[in-house]
């Protein structure tokens, strides 16, 4: 590192990942936030549908990096910050398509709507929430992230300090659990 302690825009970038990580020391990773936000986000833009949106992505990218700051392996701060971007772009693509999807199935005209069908639908959402709320709370939001928000397991591994072992586990104990609880709603269960 260099001698002037005070002055973090002389540092090289390993200096800096080094004093943010090791330290913890918020200067550091002002630095390094002052240094790529711009890239990030210009990027970012270029990707997305609006400036709040790219700010946003942008926003959770550097949350991220603090939150994470003890346990990521970061060699090259870039090439770290540009994975982040790419992966949070392809996560977002996918929450769009999946809740595009959604909306196209609201706005179709239904087949074959009756009163028992809606009874009955209301009936499972009903079972299913009261048997998610049952489960232990990490179980239920982990499983409430992968499924209802679209959710990869490394992004729940990432938020919640899980391994990705640990987030399947408690899907898994989700899943079956509802398979138990559901078996007279659903056939296939």
Request: no cysteine; hydrophobic share 40%; net charge positive.
């Given at each position: 590192?260099?001698?002037?302690?005070?002055?973090?825009?002389?540092?090289?970038?390993?200096?800096?990942?080094?004093?943010?990580?090791?330290?913890?020391?918020?200067?550091?990773?002002?630095?390094?936030?002052?240094?790529?936000?711009?890239?990030?986000?210009s990027?970012?833009l270029?990707?997305?549908?609006?400036?709040?949106?790219?700010?946003?992505?942008i926003?959770?990218?550097?949350?991220?990096?603090?939150?994470?700051?003890r346990?990521?392996?970061?060699?090259n701060?870039?090439?770290?910050?540009?994975?982040?971007?790419r992966?949070?772009?392809?996560?977002?693509?996918?929450?769009?398509?999946?809740?595009e999807k959604?909306?196209?199935?609201?706005?179709?005209?239904?087949?074959?709507?009756?009163t028992?069908?809606?009874?009955n639908r209301?009936?499972?959402?009903?079972?299913?929430?009261?048997?998610l709320?049952?489960?232990?709370?990490?179980?239920?939001?982990?499983?409430?992230?992968?499924?209802?928000?679209?959710?990869?397991?490394?992004?729940?591994?990432?938020?919640?300090?899980?391994?990705?072992?640990?987030?399947?586990?408690?899907?898994?104990?989700?899943i079956?659990?509802?398979?138990?609880?559901?078996?007279?709603?659903?056939?296939?269960?």
């Open positions: 590192m260099k001698d002037n302690s005070s002055n973090f825009s002389l540092y090289e970038e390993n200096d800096l990942v080094r004093a943010f990580q090791e330290n913890e020391d918020i200067r550091a990773f002002e630095e390094i936030y002052k240094r790529f936000w711009f890239k990030l986000y990027a970012a270029k990707r997305t549908t609006s400036q709040q949106e790219a700010e946003e992505l926003q959770t990218i550097f949350g991220k990096l603090w939150a994470n700051r346990k990521a392996q970061i060699s701060v870039g090439a770290y910050l540009a994975i982040s971007l992966n949070s772009l392809n996560d977002l693509q996918r929450r769009k398509v999946t809740a959604y909306r196209q199935a609201l706005d179709a005209p239904p087949l074959t709507n009756t028992e069908e809606d009874v209301e009936l499972l959402l009903k079972a299913i929430d009261k048997t709320r049952e489960l232990p709370e990490k179980t239920e939001v982990v499983f409430r992230l992968s499924r209802f928000e679209n959710k990869s397991v490394r992004e729940i591994a990432g938020s919640m300090e899980l391994t990705e072992k640990a987030v399947e586990y408690h899907i898994t104990k989700a079956k659990l509802l398979r138990q609880r559901l078996r007279g709603y659903l056939p296939f269960f």
